[in-house]
């Protein structure tokens, strides 16, 4: 290329912006319209319980905080997760998701499907190496968590 043809290059230079530091601000659970309860297991899993992901080099709680804070940061006001329970005997834990939109019940499924398997599995399976919890067959079928939910009734009246 001649250096004519970029000669007046300046015009085009526009100095990245530093993204805006992630909200230090609370969680909120009244600025959200649907809240559920999510159930994640380990699908077809090669440990008995939570304290056996040692032996593949996992930590079970700093992982889930780790994709959690990731996740909330990143679709911080249309998404939240919170980590309400973990049992060290079992090889399950349970978050809260909060959506920011109505989801219709006859959707629910779909949706909670769609950002459980595109959304939450990811960051688990390859970013914190879950992978090595699942069987030959969650490998070759990519799926990393069984997961059931129930919608949480929110009171919005006993909040005020």
Do not use: M
């Given at each position: 290329m001649s250096t004519q043809f970029f000669a007046d290059y300046k015009k085009y230079i526009v100095i990245?912006?530093?993204?805006?530091?992630?909200?230090k601000k609370s969680f909120d659970p009244r600025e959200y319209a649907s809240h559920y309860i999510l159930t994640l297991s380990?699908?077809?899993?090669?440990?008995?319980?939570?304290?056996?992901?040692?032996?593949?080099?996992?930590?079970?709680?700093?992982?889930?905080?780790d994709v959690l804070t990731v996740f909330n940061q990143k679709h911080?006001?249309?998404?939240?997760?919170?980590?309400?329970?973990?049992?060290e005997d079992k090889t399950y834990f349970v978050v809260a998701l909060?959506?920011?939109?109505?989801?219709?019940?006859?959707q629910a499924e779909f949706e909670i499907s769609n950002i459980v398997d595109k959304m939450i599995s990811n960051p688990f399976y390859i970013g914190q190496s879950w992978y090595k919890l699942t069987s030959e067959k969650?490998?070759?079928e990519r799926k990393l968590f069984s997961f059931s939910f129930k919608e949480y009734a929110f009171n919005r009246q006993a909040e005020k």
């Open positions: 990245p912006v530093e993204k805006p530091e992630f909200s380990i699908f077809e899993p090669v440990i008995c319980n939570w304290t056996q992901a040692s032996k593949h080099e996992i930590d079970v709680k700093k992982s889930i905080e911080y006001g249309q998404f939240h997760l919170e980590l309400l329970e973990i049992v909060s959506v920011k939109n109505t989801v219709e019940p006859q969650g490998r070759v």
